[in-house]
């Protein structure tokens, strides 16, 4: 939608909605958070606060299937974008072990040739890949053929490459942060979920996964608010139903994974960003390099710039200097994983389906909550 200002005018006529559990949050920030997620019309969420040390509190709010199966600490969700910033962590880790080079050709990995046309003999990188600067596109065909399953190397040959060459400027892509999963699989001959499992997710004794099928406990829906969805958008039931597929090294089939595939709690999200804001999973070193800008966001958003799988937002509505994470965005959710790695204080949002409406590439919602958990600068609110 482009006429935001008429969708947040309609916004305001939805009902507001929700029952509300919290645990180790105070009053004052649960009455806050409650306060957005209405406002926002946010029909249902999981919220965790954490710093250095681990989770600070935790809120649950509304429902994850309708009509009234309620969201708790435990409700899994499909974090959508939020899966870039975790596919970065894989790769960063990957390259303290020695078992991948950030700058090095995808093709000497790849079972098959990656270049731009315009620039057939740029090489083109996982750190390109991981910073939406490799020229990849999510054109008409990826957008058709990723739900048909249509093989990577096809859809290479359509309308998936940018009109500016490789290197030269930030454009956001699904498909090229997916085939950073399909490279990372390549390079280390373990497919993607097998990967991540033994790099990231039980090392830091996280439960988590990118197959629906695999998840155990409650996996919520997603739904779009306005117009509201007569049926979940991302329908959690139907997901699980479908036939698991086989464990084996894929990239031609991988790289609908590491782009927003991730499902998980938020509590679990939390550990993640955990581990992307403090030195301990990932040395001071790797943390720097996610964090460095490589690209701004231009026209798109002047308050962000792009790092390693990384959101970098500076904005004067907050009273951090620099605000570090990434957002989903997907069949009507809003997600988002933020931490001031100054202040050593973050939250991680998963929500069922809110208000989409936002200026730039940051949601409102996202906005608002980073405010009222991170602190603002109420004047120019």
């Not at 490799?134 to 058709?144: E, P, R, S, V």
């Not at 490459?161 to 930030?170: E, M, S, V």
Request: with cysteine; proline share 6%.
């Amino acid at each position: 939608m482009k006429n935001w200002g008429f969708y947040r005018f309609l916004l305001q006529f939805l009902p507001a909605k929700g029952k509300i559990n919290v645990s180790d949050l105070s009053e004052a920030d649960a009455r806050a958070v409650e306060s957005v997620l209405k406002a926002f019309c946010c029909a249902g969420a999981s919220l965790c606060l954490f710093d250095e040390a681990g989770v600070t509190g935790t809120l649950s709010f509304g429902i994850s299937h309708v009509p009234n199966t309620l969201v708790t600490p435990d409700t899994v969700f499909r974090a959508a974008s939020v899966s870039k910033f975790v596919t970065a962590l894989g790769a960063m880790k990957l390259k303290e072990q020695g078992r991948i080079d950030l700058d090095r050709d995808v093709n000497t990995y790849l079972p098959f040739p990656l270049r731009h046309p315009k620039a057939p003999v740029t090489p083109l990188t996982l750190r390109m890949l991981l910073s939406h600067t490799a020229g990849i596109h999510d054109g008409a065909d990826y957008n058709t053929g990723i739900a048909k399953g249509v093989p990577l190397t096809q859809l290479l040959k359509g309308d998936s490459f940018t009109d500016h060459l490789p290197g030269t400027r930030w454009e956001y892509s699904n498909f090229g942060a997916g085939i950073a999963g399909a490279v990372m699989e390549a390079a280390t001959h373990t497919d993607f979920e097998t990967l991540m499992q033994e790099t990231v997710f039980r090392p830091l004794g996280v439960t988590a996964t990118y197959y629906p099928q695999k998840v155990q406990s409650d996996l919520a829906d997603a739904v779009r608010i306005l117009p509201r969805s007569k049926t979940p958008n991302f329908n959690a039931a139907e997901r699980r139903s479908r036939p698991l597929p086989p464990v084996e090294v894929n990239p031609e089939k991988h790289y609908n994974l590491a782009h927003g595939n991730l499902c998980i709690s938020a509590p679990e999200l939390a550990k993640l960003g955990i581990a992307g804001m403090t030195p301990g999973f990932l040395n001071r070193e790797s943390l720097d390099e996610m964090r460095r800008v490589i690209a701004p966001f231009g026209e798109r958003a002047h308050n962000l710039s792009q790092g390693i799988g990384t959101f970098i937002l500076q904005d004067r509505y907050f009273t951090a200097p620099v605000i570090y994470g990434h957002q989903g965005m997907a069949y009507g959710a809003v997600h988002g994983l933020f931490f001031d790695p100054e202040a050593g204080t973050g939250f991680a949002l998963l929500t069922t389906g809110a208000s989409e409406a936002r200026r730039g590439v940051l949601a409102d919602l996202s906005r608002e909550m980073i405010c009222v958990l991170m602190g603002s600068h109420d004047d120019d609110r």
